[in-house]
């Protein structure tokens, strides 16, 4: 994969390749769920300057849809009830786009097969 245009520091924007792969697995194999997956990619996908492909479109119109949703740490400042109540709402959410995100980090997890198998390539060879 080639850096591109406007990146100045390569070294960064393979980090941040490596972390689009390795949010995608964390989906795939169950350590995140949709939402909050969603929620890291976007920084990641403007960073890396992907955020206009299919995979990043479709986590940020998750993270859109979702946004007032208390997922991840912001649990913890959250009522016991109100919990409870929104816990159904995330519920409905993770289902509905549940088929569609693990698509797009499959597909991820293999664009960026690169990350792992040529880390310390050189930027001229990606």
């Excluded at 909050?36 to 403007?46: I, Q």
């Excluded at 859109?64 to 409870?84: I, K, N, Q, Y």
Aim: charged share 35%; with cysteine; hydrophobic share 45%.
């Amino acid at each position: 994969m080639k850096i591109p245009p406007g990146v100045r520091n390569a070294d960064l924007w393979r980090k941040h390749c490596r972390r689009i792969r390795a949010r995608a697995l964390d989906l795939l194999e169950g350590r995140l769920g949709v939402i909050e997956t969603a929620r890291l990619m976007l920084p990641l996908a403007y960073w890396t300057k992907v955020q206009n492909e299919p995979e990043f479109l479709l986590f940020r119109a998750i993270a859109s849809e979702t946004d007032d949703l208390p997922v991840g740490d912001v649990r913890a400042h959250w009522a016991a009830d109100a919990l409870e109540r929104e816990d159904v709402r995330i519920e409905a959410a993770e289902k509905l786009w549940r088929e569609q995100a693990l698509s797009a980090a499959e597909k991820l997890v293999e664009r960026y097969q690169w990350t792992i198998a040529r880390r310390h390539s050189s930027p001229d060879e990606e």
